[in-house]
Structures are given as C-alpha cells and as structure tokens.
C-alpha cells in the first residue's frame, strides 16, 4: 500500500470532520497530497481523497483512493469523492497547500447560500482570517454544463487570483450557493481551518442578528490581531524558546 503516513492522517482528517460536527451523513471530505511523490523526487505528486459516499466511521486507511494531479487512479478499488476535481484543481493552483477540506457545515453553508462573504467583525475571525471569508461568483450555467466540479475550483482560484489573496492568509472560501472549502498545510490544518471557518460563521450570523457595526472590526485592529499569530513577530504561543 502506497504512501501509509498520508493515508492514515487523510483517514484521521475525514473522521474529524465528523466528529466535529461538519460534515452529517456523508456530505464532506479531506484529502492530502504528498508532493514529493512516493519515490521523493517530486516528478509524481500523489494525492489521498476520501472515496465517495463512505461512510466515515467504517473506512479504513486502504479504502482512500490515491490519485495522479490530472486525476489519474494510482491505487485504490473505490471511486474518489465526486469533488476530486475541485480538490486537485486547488494543488495545481495553490502550491503552499497540503490539504484541503469539503463540508456543508450549517453556518458556512448558510452564508454560502446567501451569497454573501463573511465581514470580519470581531478579533476572534481576525486570528485567523486576514480579511473577509470570501464568496465566489456563481457559476454560469456554461460553467455547470461543461465541468461542474472542476469549474467550482476555478472559480475560486479565480476570486484569488483578482483579488490578490493569499490562500495562507485566507485558509477557506464560500463557493455561492454551495458551501466552504478550506485548507491547509497539511490535511489536519486544512480540518483545523475548516472547523474554525464553521465557528467564525457562526458568531458571525449572531453578531449580525444583533446588529452589527457597519464598518465592521477597526481594520487596525484586525490587523493587529492577525500579526500577533501569523506575522514574523508573532506574539501568540511558545514559539522556538531556548
């Protein structure tokens, strides 16, 4: 069995999400790539996926299935998740990533399917969002037609692409009348990220149900918030003390 370290931390990854609450029934999947590829040479990206309609508690590390970046199947008797493409679609595009993470999590979803990004709108997004969660275009009906699920990555890269977001800095998008997807470095950050997402929405959805401030976070704010975690003099944690 190839690449046994991916498989077993993809497999954690997808039981996560359940556990966590992100994902009921079957409606969710992880998935990781090894980018050097199971000979380390890099010439031979592999990636891990969730196999489609699995249920999460009785899946095992050889039911992942492993694929090429152009969706080629290396190993593995199960058809992968129906959102492979969308996944692979974000390796090739966002090349920092090492995991990615489908669910249709209740508050993420919801403002998904209201079309509307997440403002930031307190210091708890600002840790970990630098900036509004995003929310795609729709996809045209062209679009649907011709590749559904391929089209629903390109519409993300695209929104990052014109915006100009990095996609460490924004770990997880809304696509518009669908749900979030988010990553990581790795398939454990990526459900990390994915679990937070659900939280932020959530108190998001609260705080605009209470009447939030139009202008949102002060944005010095906000920027401070996310520079005490993630900038190069981070603050928060026990960073490389001696």
């Known amino acids: 069995m190839l690449l046994p370290a991916l498989r077993e931390e993809v497999l954690q990854a997808n039981q996560e999400i359940a556990r966590l609450g992100l ?136 929104l990052f692409r014109e915006q100009g977001l990095d996609p460490i800095a924004v770990p997880g998008v809304l696509v518009a009348g669908h749900a979030p997807f988010a990553w990581g470095k790795t398939a454990t950050a990526a459900v990390e990220h994915a679990d937070l997402l659900e939280y932020i929405a959530r108190l998001a959805y609260r705080t605009v149900a209470l009447g939030a401030p139009a202008s949102g976070l002060a944005a010095h704010v906000a920027e401070h918030h996310y520079q005490r975690k993630h900038g190069p003099r981070a603050t928060y944690g026990q960073g490389n003390r001696h």
């Open 23 to 158: 994902a009921v029934h079957t409606f969710g999947n992880v998935s990781g790539i090894d980018r050097a590829g199971v000979d380390g040479s890099g010439s031979e990206p592999l990636v891990a996926i969730k196999p489609s309609g699995v249920a999460y508690a009785t899946m095992t590390p050889a039911d992942l299935v492993l694929t090429r970046l152009d969706g080629t199947i290396v190993e593995g008797t199960l058809r992968p998740s129906s959102d492979l493409d969308t996944h692979l679609l974000l390796y090739r595009e966002f090349p920092q990533i090492g995991g990615v993470v489908h669910t249709h999590s209740e508050f993420a979803t919801s403002w998904a399917q209201a079309c509307r990004p997440i403002p930031c709108l307190g210091t708890t997004h600002a840790d970990y969002f630098h900036g509004p969660v995003p929310v795609t275009e729709p996809l045209s009906a062209e679009e649907v037609e011709q590749a559904y699920v391929l089209n629903t990555g390109a519409v993300i890269a695209r």
